[in-house]
């Protein structure tokens, strides 16, 4: 957890990526991820989207419910995602169809921090955020 810490603190420290906004800005992120996951784990081979797709679609059960990332952000996160709880649509979180996606490093943290502890009841390992992102990026319409 330690470790994890410190990676983010270095995450963070980068600071706010460019504000130009594409797939490129999402590509950055994933390899800023994969760099600390790979100095935590230097076993981890580096971004699979094939393991992000997994992360993604799998449910975990929470208050009796089986629920996953694709619960609210649906099975193709290049399609207008809806909130399984309030039913508010969400936009894309594919960078293909949706721009302003993994270009703002606070919000990609808060939302990381948030829906992996909503969902897998901790804060998501770098690895699964490279993973996760390298799946993203991986989607068209
Ligand atoms: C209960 C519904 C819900 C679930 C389940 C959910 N999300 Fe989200 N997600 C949202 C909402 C709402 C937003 C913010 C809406 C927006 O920015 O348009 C969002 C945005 C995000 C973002 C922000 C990306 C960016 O750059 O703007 C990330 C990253 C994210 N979610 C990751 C995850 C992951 C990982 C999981 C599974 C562990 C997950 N979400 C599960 C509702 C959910």
Same mark, same amino acid.
């Given at each position: 957890?330690?470790?994890?810490?410190?990676?983010?603190?270095?995450?963070?420290?980068?600071?706010?990526?460019?504000?130009?906004? #594409?797939?490129?800005?999402?590509?950055?992120?994933?390899?800023?991820?994969?760099?600390?996951?790979?100095?935590?784990?230097?076993?981890?081979?580096?971004?699979?989207?094939?393991?992000?797709?997994?992360?993604?679609?799998?449910?975990?059960?929470?208050?009796?419910? #089986?629920?996953? +990332?694709?619960? +609210?952000?649906?099975?193709?996160?290049?399609?207008?995602?809806?909130?399984?709880?309030?039913?508010?649509?969400?936009?894309?979180?594919?960078?293909?169809?949706?721009?302003?996606?993994?270009? #703002?490093?606070?919000?990609?943290?808060?939302?990381?921090?948030?829906?992996?502890? #909503?969902?897998?009841?901790?804060?998501?390992?770098?690895?699964?955020?490279?993973?996760?992102?390298?799946?993203?990026?991986?989607?068209?319409?």
């Amino acid at each position: 957890m330690k470790k994890i810490n410190i990676g983010l603190m270095l995450i963070l420290s980068l600071g706010a990526l460019s504000a130009h906004a #594409d797939v490129t800005n999402a590509e950055k992120l994933a390899k800023k991820y994969e760099g600390i996951a790979k100095a935590i784990n230097p076993k981890y081979a580096g971004e699979s989207p094939s393991d992000g797709k997994v992360f993604f679609n799998n449910l975990i059960k929470v208050n009796g419910k #089986d629920v996953a +990332c694709a619960s +609210c952000h649906t099975d193709n996160p290049a399609n207008t995602g809806k909130h399984m709880v309030t039913g508010k649509p969400i936009r894309p979180l594919a960078p293909s169809v949706n721009a302003k996606r993994f270009t #703002d490093i606070d919000k990609v943290e808060e939302n990381f921090s948030k829906h992996c502890n #909503d969902i897998i009841a901790r804060e998501c390992t770098a690895e699964e955020k490279a993973n996760f992102i390298a799946y993203l990026i991986t989607v068209k319409k």
